[in-house]
């Protein structure tokens, strides 16, 4: 359990708010990372995992942006053992293939290239935010939003958008070295065409 320094926070009626929000967007998060791994669907997978991503990290930068959340309690409660994700993370990177492993800078002050897996990085964001979740389901407000906001500046904020990073380069690759191809095909047609593709340039 976690020992840390606190003064409880008051929740209003907007913190509460914000909670449910913050909890229906994780939920859906958790809910469609679990099917794109089931799907196994490659070809899509990578625009699906971009959106989502892209989504939760509105959640935390929401949370980002709010006062300091501070639990009721000095321990963090048990909400029992982290659930099980490894056959997702199996699942994930058996799809994502080649693109799975990645570099990023994990600290733009201190530039290091760090190699990770997106399926790696995924599982333990979902693991962050289920574990918030529980807090939520089971009542306690203001663990959750602590623990959230905690944990997103901490850690998987920062792995969120390595992740959103590294899907968006590879949607550029895809698409754009696609369209530099298609470019130099149309080209080699229009000097067949004008008769500037044969030997001596005429």
């Known amino acids: 359990m976690t020992d840390i320094s606190f003064e409880p926070t008051a ?18 998060f958790l809910v469609a990372l679990r099917a794109i791994a089931e799907e196994k669907d490659g070809g899509r997978a990578i625009s699906l995992l ?3 991503i892209s ?20 321990y963090q409660p048990d909400v029992g053992p982290e659930p099980d994700l490894d056959d997702m ?15 990023f800078v994990f600290d733009p002050y201190v530039p290091e290239v760090v190699e990770s897996q997106l399926s790696d990085d995924l599982t333990s964001i979902a693991t962050d935010l289920d574990t918030g979740l529980r807090h939520y389901q089971e ?33 550029a690759h895809d698409r754009l070295d696609a369209e530099v191809v298609v470019d130099a095909d ?3 047609v229009a000097n067949e065409i004008l008769g500037e593709g044969s030997a001596d340039g005429r």
């Open 186 to 188: 149309q080209v080699a």
């Open 50 to 52: 971009l959106l989502e």
């Open 55 to 74: 989504q939760v990290l509105l959640a935390g930068a929401r949370l980002g942006a709010q006062r300091d959340f501070t639990p009721r309690s000095e």
């Open 11 to 28: 929740l209003d009626a907007r913190d509460r708010a914000l909670a449910a929000e913050v909890a229906e967007q994780i939920g859906a």
């Open 139 to 171: 009542g306690n407000v203001a663990e959750a939003l602590w623990w959230w906001q905690f944990s997103y500046v901490s850690s998987w904020g920062n792995l969120a958008g390595a992740a959103l990073n590294a899907l968006l380069s590879v949607v």
């Open 89 to 103: 993370r199996l699942s994930l990177a058996d799809m994502l293939g080649g693109v799975d492993t990645y570099g």
